[in-house]
């Protein structure tokens, strides 16, 4: 298996629900990122690792949680949502310290929160 | 401020026609790079093609050139002969800076629709 995948594909959560996003990457990257994409509004950087070390954290609530076990695999852990963290929820590998290495994305996880 | 700025929510260009999808900056920092992605009805962000601060040249890819004019802080990818397959939001984003990883600014897209 090549690229990038995020499972599941769709994932629907009650407000009082735990669930984990899942990203795998097979292309030998070093750097993985979480994006949210809601509906009319620009992809919003979420987190970023760089070997396996969180980098970026652009004031994102304490309900989501990331985690990057290794360089291969990122998680994006959620816990008490709010209807408004409805979205598409994108992940993204890159390799560091290439800056022409463009992100790599997966197909999504499309999130309703009700 | 906003970084990326992308003027046009929705396009249209009959099939084998060109178009142009208009994208301007913002940044003040002399090293940056501009990426182009399509993303279709399905979801995935797909890359297509890529412009660095300091190349010369226009980048090209196929059916797709960037047409780069940094002293108007202007991106604007140029996609010829269109076809239906083209149909799809396509987003401008920026990186600021030349090391570690590549931290993408987007714009709000342009939706793009091909009519045969």
């Known amino acids: 298996e090549t690229g990038v995948t995020q499972t599941p594909r769709h994932l629907v959560m009650g407000m009082t629900n735990k669930k984990s996003l899942k990203c795998e990457q097979h292309?030998?990257?070093?750097?993985m990122y979480w994006y949210k994409q809601s509906a009319k509004k620009p992809l919003e950087l979420m987190f970023v690792?760089?070997?396996?070390?969180?980098?970026e954290n652009n004031s994102v609530p304490s309900r989501f949680s990331p985690e990057c076990p290794n360089s291969s695999h990122l998680f994006l852990h959620l816990h008490t949502l709010q209807p408004e963290d409805s979205a598409l929820y994108l992940c993204?590998?890159?390799?560091?310290?290439?800056?022409?290495?463009?992100?790599?994305f997966g197909n999504g996880t499309r999130l309703t929160v009700t | 401020a906003q970084k990326i700025t992308q003027t046009q929510p929705g396009m249209f260009v009959q099939e084998k026609e060109a178009v142009t999808l208009d994208c301007t900056y913002d940044t003040s920092d002399p090293s940056y790079g501009l990426f182009w992605y399509k993303q279709p009805s399905s979801g995935e962000m797909i890359f297509l093609i890529y412009?660095?601060?300091?190349?010369?040249q226009n980048a090209t890819e196929g059916r797709y050139s960037l047409n780069f004019q940094k002293a108007r802080k202007s991106a604007n990818l140029v996609i010829s002969a269109s076809q239906l397959g083209d149909s799809a939001m396509y987003f401008c984003a920026m990186r600021e800076g030349s090391g570690g990883y590549n931290k993408l600014i987007f714009g709000a897209g342009t939706r793009l629709a091909v009519h045969p």
């Open positions: 690792y760089s070997l396996e070390e969180r980098v």
């Open positions: 412009q660095g601060s300091y190349d010369q």
């Open positions: 292309l030998g990257h070093n750097a």
């Open positions: 993204a590998s890159s390799l560091r310290s290439s800056y022409n290495s463009p992100l790599h």
